[in-house]
């Protein structure tokens, strides 16, 4: 028979959260980057805004790859968790939305427009994981 240990798994998905967080809120930060170069870029910037704007873009991709695994493993760890079954962090829209969200970047306004959405749905993912950390860390 297996022991379970609420308080382990509670600290476990807490982990995971932070994590979680910690990716989302390094997204957000590329993400208003590539969106000020962008902006400089769309008002007649030379080709280094353009290039900064992609390098912030690249950046905030590879922080939406990372956040994607940690919000899996951050779901993983909730069904752990046995006081908060009805609980779960439904991350298939943003898991969706961040792989859409780099292929084909056509036009510039085009990439503001994606920029602008990224933006919106990683901020609604930090607002939705940090309710849920609270709700871990008030739980004794």
Known sequence: MAYYDAERERQEAVRAGERALE???????????????????????????????????????????????????????????????NLQIDIGGFLTFADFFFDGLIADWLVQSKIQNARKQVADAIAQVEWILGSLRNMH
């Open 23 to 85: 990716s989302l809120r390094d997204a957000e930060h590329y993400l208003g980057g590539a969106r000020l170069w962008g902006i400089v870029d769309l008002f007649g910037g030379s080709g280094l805004s353009g290039l900064v704007k992609h390098v912030r873009i690249g950046e905030a991709s590879r922080c939406l790859e990372r956040a994607k695994s940690d919000l899996r493993l951050f779901q993983k760890e909730l069904r752990d968790v046995e006081a908060i079954q």
